[in-house]
């Protein structure tokens, strides 16, 4: 898988976008960017994930920068909810599995 | 909404003991993995399965590990003879198809105790 980095850990205040940068600069041109996050003593869950074009969901949007080089998941109205650890994976080969690095710990804070 | 499940919750078992951990996926997927994670550490990736064989393992995946889809719903990990290096909380997941753009959706995992 490529190598992404992304911060230790974050904090937000309730109600604010997160923010949460990732740097993919080996990212291939075939590549998809995904993010995962896990709550604690859950299994992880899917939340978005976007090729070149920048995407939205229900849970968050993911900001892509043209040269593919990093980009960002923004939840727009942190709740305490999404205290979580965010991965940031780009898989490559088969697709076949995720690669889970450290990923960012997200505090959201009243 | 859809989701993996996973039996038991909580499984704990004395060393050298056989164990099997059950997950259903989700009913239309046709991908399905394992995961492991050790207290404190990543989640790792143990193996995945597709059209009713193996098609990637991890070098954790010794031959102490197998796997099986015994019917149309359930997928199990066995582990023959656990060791107290075995304890650790064990996802499932399914996905649609194992291409680009198809998320995997993970159960709430079974955490293995072995003493």
């Known amino acids: 898988d490529a190598k992404t980095t992304q911060p230790t850990s974050m904090d937000c205040a309730e109600g604010r976008a997160a923010n949460l940068p990732c740097n993919h600069s080996t990212i291939s041109g075939n590549e998809y960017v995904y993010w995962y996050r896990q709550i604690h003593s859950q299994g992880p869950q899917y939340i978005i994930h976007?090729?070149?074009n920048n995407e939205t969901n229900e849970m968050a949007s993911l900001i892509i920068t043209e040269d593919r080089k990093s980009s960002t998941l923004i939840l727009p109205h942190a709740t305490l909810r999404d205290t979580a650890v965010y991965y940031c994976?780009?898989?490559?080969?088969?697709?076949?599995?995720?690669?889970f690095g450290i990923g960012t710990k997200l505090q959201v804070i009243p | 909404e859809p989701e993996v499940t996973q039996t038991p919750s909580h499984q704990v078992t004395q060393m050298g003991q056989e164990v099997i951990l059950r997950c259903v996926p989700i009913s239309n997927h046709l991908y399905f993995y394992w995961y492991r994670q050790i207290l404190g550490q990543k989640v790792e990736f143990l193996v995945s399965?597709?059209?009713?064989?193996?098609?990637?393992k991890s070098e954790i995946f010794d031959d102490q590990f197998s796997v099986e889809r015994p019917d149309g719903s359930n997928f199990t990990l066995k582990i023959r003879s656990t060791k107290l290096e075995d304890s650790a909380m064990y996802f499932c997941a399914s996905s649609g198809a194992g291409g680009p753009g198809n998320e995997q959706f993970f159960g709430p995992g079974t955490r293995l105790t072995v003493l």
């Open positions: 399965f597709y059209n009713n064989e193996i098609s990637e």
């Open positions: 994976i780009v898989p490559s080969g088969g697709y076949q599995k995720v690669t």
């Open positions: 976007g090729l070149k």
